[in-house]
């Protein structure tokens, strides 16, 4: 008689058959929410917003709205506009700046010394 065994699953498949249908829509849903993309028109319908006001939030030196450059268009992933605007205000923002008192005052004394 020959060896036929029953075929095995990789660990693979068994995660994907213990997965149920609820976290399966979960993770459609969180995909589709972050590749969302939005151009200023409707970056500014989202926002209850004009298009000039979400380009100058883009453009803001400080806690800017995050935004794509894509050949000269600006886009919005949905997810991102909704962590910025859940993100708590007055909080440092990553990346910027973030120059302590002494150091403005120097650089402004200096200037009126001039």
């Not at 995909?31 to 006001?53: E, K, M, Q």
């Not at 600006?74 to 700046?97: C, H, K, N, Y």
């Amino acid at each position: 008689m020959t060896g036929v065994s029953a075929p095995t699953r990789s660990i693979h498949e068994t995660a994907t058959v213990n997965t149920t249908a609820g976290q399966i829509a979960a993770i459609r849903e969180q995909t589709i929410t972050a590749a969302v993309c939005l151009d200023v028109r409707g970056a500014a319908a989202l926002l209850s917003v004009s298009p000039r006001t979400v380009r100058s939030w883009a453009a803001a030196p400080v806690d800017p709205l995050p935004a794509i450059t894509n050949k000269g268009k600006l886009l919005f992933r949905l997810s991102q506009i909704t962590a910025w605007l859940d993100r708590p205000r007055g909080e440092p923002v990553p990346g910027a700046a973030n120059d302590d008192l002494d150091g403005i005052l120097e650089r402004h004394s200096r200037k009126l010394r001039r």
